[in-house]
């Protein structure tokens, strides 16, 4: 039942992070018509209190709020403008794009939207535990009815920081995401510099942590490489969607942006080495399997998805 006051939401996109996203809004007493192309997690949102809708364009018809949660920009493309959803917004709703997406591509798109449809860019980081506990940052851009109306709903997923005017909210995704893969491309690196010369991986771990070496990557993510599953829960594919994105972004600089650069070219090696459907952190498998070292870490790693 929807709690009163609460505007009727429609979700597409049911995978790692917009299933749980879909599932915390139910819990927060929202009317969810939720859409996927996966029958199996479309199922899981009706067990949790979902009403199923036939296809995207009915999603969107029905929809006060109306959210896509999408790997790519060209899934945009083929829900919002090839399929139909777009058009099929009433007026009066909002849409809001959880994606990491291409920042020309949201505003051509809220340009072509149906008079009196607003549009709000808003993805999202945090990783699949911060989707399922609520615990994620949203980066929200667009004007400030919309997006008041947006975060409404948006403040049961996390905390929703306004950015800016349409577009922005892309733009500081891509940048916290320029800054992860930096990270996740070095911590090989400081393993094994560490390692190679006497130090214990548990001790750098523990040293890095307190340390100026801190960082998300550090905590977060670096239990999946001592488990050696590399987190599978987000792929070397998506990682390399996102440093285009970004590439596209530093046109606009004026000047190389080096680091960047290079964690491009080190993902890139990875999925070249391992294949782009395997897990982020095969970035510093590299390291184990070139320095004949291994970076297993005997310890209770939960998976952070299952967390």
């Known amino acids: 039942m929807t709690s009163p006051g609460r505007e009727r939401v429609g979700f597409v996109g049911l995978g790692n992070m917009g299933g749980p996203m879909c599932t ?9 018509v939720a859409f996927d192309l996966n029958d199996e997690a479309l199922a899981i949102q009706v067990e949790a209190g979902a009403i199923a ?108 920081i306004a950015c800016g005017k349409l577009g922005t909210g892309t733009v500081v995704k891509l940048v916290t995401n320029q800054l992860w893969f930096i990270h996740a491309a070095s911590i090989g690196e400081g393993f094994a510099l560490g390692m190679a010369n006497g130090v214990e991986l548990n001790v750098l771990w523990d040293a890095i942590k307190d ?19 590399y987190d599978p829960s987000f792929s070397l594919d998506l ?10 972004l530093s046109n606009n600089v004026g000047t190389d942006l080096v680091m960047t650069e290079a964690a491009h ?23 184990e399997d070139r320095s004949d070292l291994s970076f297993r870490l005997d310890g209770d790693w939960v998976p952070h998805w299952e967390k």
């Open 24 to 32: 915390n809004l139910l819990r927060a007493g929202y009317e969810v």
């Open 211 to 229: 340390s100026v070496g801190d960082s998300f990557v550090a905590r977060h993510d670096a239990p999946s490489i001592f488990a050696g599953h």
């Open 239 to 248: 990682c390399l969607k996102d440093l285009g994105l970004i590439r596209d």
């Open 53 to 160: 809708a036939s296809s995207a364009v009915d999603c969107a018809a029905q929809a006060e709020l109306f959210m896509t949660s999408l790997p790519r920009p060209d899934h945009v493309i083929a829900v919002m403008r090839d399929g139909g959803a777009l058009a099929a917004l009433k007026p009066g709703s909002v849409w809001i794009d959880l994606t990491t997406n291409r920042i020309e591509l949201v505003r051509e798109l809220a340009a072509e939207a149906p008079e009196g449809v607003d549009v709000v860019d808003c993805p999202v980081t945090g990783a699949v535990d911060g989707a399922r506990n609520g615990t994620m940052t949203l980066f929200l851009g667009g004007e400030e009815a919309p997006a008041a109306r947006a975060t409404t709903a948006l403040d049961h997923l996390g905390r929703v």
């Open 265 to 287: 070219g080190v993902f890139d090696d990875a999925a070249q080495t391992y294949g782009r459907d395997v897990g982020e952190l095969h970035v510093a498998k590299r390291l």
